[in-house]
């Protein structure tokens, strides 16, 4: 198949191989190859039933210099952990995560686009409970698998602003809920409220905290931040994602300068803010230019001249430098793939 690297969709694109581990009685098998895009699946799997499932979203980026760079898939590995632990699923070892993830990138290498189009390989780590169960009970077996495709960017207005809308009568996760891992159950609760918005003109939504409604929990299926003055401030909701952009953006942002104010964001300081945007693996940073609340009918605009914030900007490009190895990697976020 011919790929259009310039006009890639952030969608599935097939590719030649993934890789899949099954956990059973407790213990880890071997990693597989597969060249299957199906799995075999027993229909009682706990998966299918009560949701025992979790996922991964990565990049691996293809540098200047033409090597194949992955970012701090560590904190991804974690993150998986953190996520089997929340819906009582098998934990995937970091070894067994970083041999996947490597093993599958380097099997597909065609596949990593190259350098300048702004697109790179997704990776899409999946973990599920496998096992047959009747009752609500966790499985006794779990798959592991990684697949891969090339992807652009998951915005299609790219590094331009975009509109989002700010719901309150939709949540995707509860305080203490599932919100603050990577579930399938979350991004179902999501669907109805981004598919509303995207056919009233919005790119995606921003959803209030679910318990009081006054502050802004995430951005869809990234999280939201701002920048006031010398400040960056992010959500630090139970229910967030913690996002390792988020998280890399706090550090680049520090280093430039800026107080990192991690804290409840009122909806009311909407109005307050300088830049605003939705930061994550797909979208890096998407800089918002207009927030409209469904709910109490006011519109906040950013962006003015129709062109990210110089912050925002700064952070974008600097976050970008280090996936694509031009930038000094100074804390060692990036791993290439021999
Ligand atoms: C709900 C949600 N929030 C935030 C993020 C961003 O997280 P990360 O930067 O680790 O990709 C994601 C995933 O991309 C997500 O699905």
Redesign the pocket.
């Known amino acids: 198949m011919e790929i259009d690297w310039k006009n890639l969709p952030f969608g599935y694109v097939n590719t030649d191989y993934n890789v899949r581990c099954y956990n059973r009685n407790g213990k880890w098998g071997e990693l597989e190859v597969s060249s299957s895009e199906y799995v075999n699946l027993h229909m009682a799997a706990t998966a299918l039933h009560y949701g025992q499932e979790a996922f991964e979203?990565?990049k691996a980026f293809r540098g200047e210099d033409n090597k194949i760079r992955l970012f701090r898939w560590e904190?991804?590995a974690k993150?998986m952990q953190r996520s089997a632990q929340g819906v009582m699923m098998a934990e995937v070892p970091t070894g067994l995560f970083k041999e996947a993830i490597f093993k599958v990138v380097k099997l597909n290498e065609k596949y990593v686009p190259a350098y300048g189009f702004g697109a790179s390989l997704y990776l899409r780590p999946l973990l599920i409970g496998s096992g047959p169960e009747v009752g609500v009970k966790p499985s006794s077996e779990y798959l592991f698998m990684v697949f891969v495709g090339p992807v652009g960017p998951y915005f299609k207005e790219g590094f331009n602003p975009v509109d989002l809308q700010i719901i309150g009568d939709y949540d995707?996760a509860a305080p203490h809920g599932t919100g603050h891992i990577?579930v399938g159950g979350?991004?179902a609760a999501s669907l109805r409220a981004l598919d509303r918005g995207k056919k009233e003109g919005f790119a995606s939504v921003i959803f209030r905290s679910s318990a009081d409604r006054k502050y802004i929990d995430?951005a869809?299926?990234?999280?939201f931040f701002a920048i006031k003055g010398n400040s960056y401030i992010t959500p630090n909701s139970p229910s967030?994602?913690p996002?390792?952009?988020?998280m890399s953006l706090r550090q680049l942002a520090a280093d430039m300068g800026l107080k990192i104010e991690l804290r409840n964001v009122a909806v009311d300081e909407l109005g307050d803010f300088d830049e605003v945007g939705a930061?994550?693996?797909?979208a890096v940073i998407s800089p918002i230019r207009k927030i409209v609340d469904r709910d109490g009918g006011k519109t906040y605009e950013y962006c003015k001249d129709g062109k990210a914030g110089p912050v925002s900007t700064k952070l974008y490009n600097k976050l970008r430098e280090i996936q694509e190895g031009r930038g000094e990697d100074t804390y060692g976020w990036t791993q290439i793939v021999e």
Not at 220 to 223: D, F, T, V
Request: aromatic share 4%; hydrophobic share 25%; proline share 4%.
């Open positions: 979203g990565m904190e991804n993150r995707r990577k979350n991004y995430e869809g299926p990234a999280n967030v994602l996002s390792i952009t988020n930061c994550g693996t797909a």
